[in-house]
C-alpha cells in the first residue's frame, strides 16, 4: 500500500470504475526494480500529477499504463480493461511521450490527415480549432516547429482521438514559462471540452500544483502518496520545530506531519511532496 493514500471514493465505498487500478505491480528491467508493489486506484476524472525523482519509475508506470511494456508481476487495468486490450481500448487512450515525438518530415496539416486516417473517433474541428489557438501553421514541417509548437501539435493529435484518458509523460519540460503556461492552458481546455481524465508526469511542482487535483508521488520505485489533492492537504499539517507531535500523528519529514486534527498551519503542495521524497531518501 502506498505509505498514505487518501484516495476519496464517493460515499466511502471503493470507486467501481477508476480510471487507472494496480494491485502488487511490479516492474524489473534485469535485476534493476523500476516498479515494486505499487497499488493504485486513481478515480475518473482527475488530472493526475505523477511525481518523483529521475529513475523513480515514472516513465515506467505510464509505459505500463499505454500497453507499451508488460508488468512482471501483479495486475494493472486502466478504463476497466487490461491496457491496450484491443483497437477499441487504444482509441480511448491519449498518449504523450517524453519529447513530444512527431514526424519532422511531415507538415502539421499531414500530422491532422494521418490522425483522421487511424483513429475511428477522430475530431477534426477539435484538431482544426486546436492547432488554429496555439498558432501552428499548417503548412510548417514538424521537424522546423519550436519545442512548444511540437508539444502542442503532440497535445492536439492526442487530445483528437476524444480519448477517456490523457497520459502525458512529462510533455513541458523542455519548454520556456511561456510556451509551458500555452500548454498547460490547453492541456486544460482538452481535458475540460472531452470530460477526460488525465496522468501527468513532471518534475515541476508549479506545474502539478496548478493543474492536478490528484496527486501519485513515487520514489524509489514504490508509491509513497497518493490521492485527491484536497484530501491530502487537509490531511497534513506543519507543526513549529520542537513542537510536540500531535496526538495520532505521525512525523512524515523534518516539520510536515500527518495528523487526524488541524494542529499547526496549513502546507502547501510542493511542501508535501518534498516531505515525501525526504523521508523516501533517509
Ligand atoms: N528500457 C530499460 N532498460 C533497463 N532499465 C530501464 C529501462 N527503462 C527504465 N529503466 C530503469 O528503470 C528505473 C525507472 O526508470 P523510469 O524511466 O521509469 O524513471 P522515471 O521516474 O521516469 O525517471 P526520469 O524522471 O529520469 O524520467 C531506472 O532505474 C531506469 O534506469
Known sequence: MPAFSGCSSIFGMPNPHPVLRAAALAKHYGRRQALSGVDLDVPARRIVGLVGPNGAGKSTLLQLACGLIEPSAGTLSVLGARPAADAAHLARVGFVAQDAPVYGALTVADHLRMGARMNPRWDAPLARDRVAQAGLPLTQRAG???????????LTLAAAKRPELLILDEPAAALDPLARDGFLRGLL????????????????LADVERVCDHLIVLAGARVQLAGDVPDLLAAHRRIPPGAPLPDGAERIHDAVVRTPVPAGAAVELSELVLAYLGRAAR
Open 144 to 154: 522546423r516547429l519550436s519545442g512548444g509548437q511540437r508539444a502542442q501539435l503532440a
Open 189 to 204: 481546455q482538452s481535458v475540460s471540452d472531452l470530460g477526460a481524465s488525465a496522468i501527468l508526469s513532471s518534475h515541476l
